[in-house]
């Protein structure tokens, strides 16, 4: 720095941003005249390796991003709710819905999630718990119902439980108001998937059934 200043940030960012400003300049400048027009709105995991930029390869402005813990989602429970969490989402869901107008709403969760281990062996801490309950409690209670002889520490556990987290975002998104009618006059689609680590392969969520197919991408070239 000129004025002596000691840098905080380190060196790999710095270079980062070196090859991001000669990469995007173009595009950069094109966004800042013309504007945002976002396709699409993801919420995901905060697992650093559930990037939805990075797997989804999108550019600048191609979309919003909203990450949470294990992708959870609270329920809106009705005009009335005074929830931080379920106010803080709300107003994400009316700025993408309204003030955008984005026609598509995406959750992703992933498999070896740390939120679903916590989830199931009973994690308490002030900050985190209140995050994850009550949706990850609710996922937790139909798991242990589908699967009642499995052992909650099990492989086979935490990936039903993993996938029980994603239905539970889905029913509870489209509990948001804004959402709900958005999706019921057709201008908005909400899509569920399940990121699955370390193949990269998606697997989306039938609603109408819970059940979860593999989502190839070869299929939509």
Known sequence: ??????????????????IFREKYAKLMKDLATNGQQPKYAIIACTDSRNDPAIIFQLEMGDAFVFRTIGALISEHLGSDNEDALVQFTDAHLAFYSNAMSVPEIII???TGCGAAQAIATGLDHKQI??????????????VKNKIPDTETDSPEFFKALEKEMVIVSHEHL????????????GSLKVTSL??????GNLYELNADDGSFFLTNAKDFC
Request: aromatic share 4%.
């Open 1 to 18: 720095m000129t004025d002596g200043t000691p840098m905080a940030i380190s060196k790999k960012l710095l270079n980062g941003n070196k």
């Open 108 to 110: 992703m969760g992933h």
């Open 129 to 142: 718990s209140p995050w994850l309950i009550p949706a990850g409690e609710k996922a937790l209670k139909r």
């Open 174 to 185: 489209t509990s948001y108001p804004i959402v709900k009618s958005a999706v019921e006059n």
């Open 194 to 199: 399940l990121h699955e680590l370390p193949s």
